[in-house]
């Protein structure tokens, strides 16, 4: 049976009811697919519900600030694609509609191929096919490639092959009614969810998939193998050091600066080492284990009672503890002050 026609009638059957799939408004499919660029759904599913009732439209979003945007996003990690997301919306506001081409959405803060083709597709049935983890799992597996994914030649491959096989109703001797969204659309999604339901990265399930008859990796013993990625990323270590200052009930935070982690989020007093910390101050937890993408990151976190305010830099700024949960802060940072 056709690859194409077989992922379609799998995911009529089995495809996953999203809040995002149940509506054609492209700020609330552009907003799920930025939620989701590095996050489980699961997760994502929450954050995007919380987003969509305080800013119900591209407009709302625009005019929050970017603490606000950031403030909300606090938990999902990678804190770029929220800033990302808050300038996109005011572009999408300055240019009076939502982009409906794959030129003008790829000219959007935050947004890549992979992105664009999933909100051209499922919000304006365009013909762009998407290219993520799962397709690229699905494809090498069932075609049998052993090409990097993380190469060139790799992505340009699976690209091209994910053009080839997006389906549409002249190809199909099916009328256009047959499909229950645009063809790209609902072929997108339904090679997506083939991949995070069936096709998933450990224990898939093989015995029902529906393509085992012409899975080359099936055939062929190696569904384990595929897809092939080449290890390039390097882990860092780095290792933070906090104090937690408590002076007449306010406490002090400065906003992290452009360039390194966590940008534009707000953290306690950080030190540059232990020869730092003033005597006074009482350690609570050491060696905080806390992973990111490129680094694992280990903090220590102090305690500094005080009558009156120590000196620090400028950029630190005197705030009521009971206003601090109003300011965005990474997770660890969140962690960290719950064990004071």
């Known amino acids: 049976m056709d690859f194409s026609i077989t992922l379609l009638e799998w995911f009529r059957e089995n495809g996953r009811a ?50 606000e945007v950031l403030r909300e996003w606090q938990g999902l990690g990678y804190y770029s694609r929220a800033r990302n997301l808050h300038f996109a919306a005011k572009q999408i506001v300055a240019l009076g509609h939502f982009p409906n081409t794959l030129a003008e959405i790829k000219q959007l803060k935050g947004v890549g191929d992979y992105t664009a083709a999933a909100i051209g597709s499922i919000a304006f049935g365009l013909p762009a096919a998407v290219v993520d983890g799962n397709v690229y799992r699905v494809l090498a597996r069932h075609f049998g490639i052993d090409t990097p994914i993380n190469t060139s030649e790799g992505k340009k491959l699976f690209q091209s092959l994910a053009q080839s096989l997006l389906p549409s109703s002249e190809r199909f001797d099916q009328p256009p009614s047959s ?42 013993n190696r569904v384990k193998e595929l897809p092939v990625k080449l290890k390039t990323l390097k882990i860092r270590e780095r290792h933070l050091i906090y104090i937690y200052v408590r002076c007449n009930g306010q406490t002090a935070i400065h906003r992290r600066g452009s360039g390194d982690i966590w940008q534009g989020l707000w953290e ?54 009971s206003e601090l949960d109003d300011y965005a802060k990474p997770r660890l940072i969140e962690t960290l002050i719950e064990l004071q």
């Not at 540059?272 to 990151?297: C, F, G, N, W, Y």
């Open 268 to 321: 306690p007093w950080l030190v540059d080492s232990e020869a730092a910390v003033p005597s006074a101050a009482i350690l609570l937890r050491q060696h905080v284990k806390h992973v990111l993408t490129h680094r694992v990151l280990y903090a220590d976190f102090y305690l500094l009672e005080v009558g009156e305010k120590p000196e620090l830099p400028s950029d630190y700024v005197w705030i009521k503890e």
């Open 18 to 67: 999203l809040p995002w799939r149940q509506t054609h408004d492209p700020y609330a499919i552009w907003l799920s697919e930025i939620i989701l660029q590095q996050t489980q759904v699961k997760q994502g599913w929450e954050y995007w519900e919380r987003f969509m009732r305080r800013w119900p439209t591209v407009e709302a979003l625009a005019e929050a600030t970017e603490d």
């Open 179 to 220: 499909f229950l969204l645009p063809p790209s659309s609902e072929y997108n999604q339904a090679i997506m969810d083939f991949g995070a339901l069936q096709c998933t990265p450990v224990s898939p399930n093989c015995s029902v998939c529906p393509l085992m008859e012409s899975c080359e990796a099936l055939r062929s």
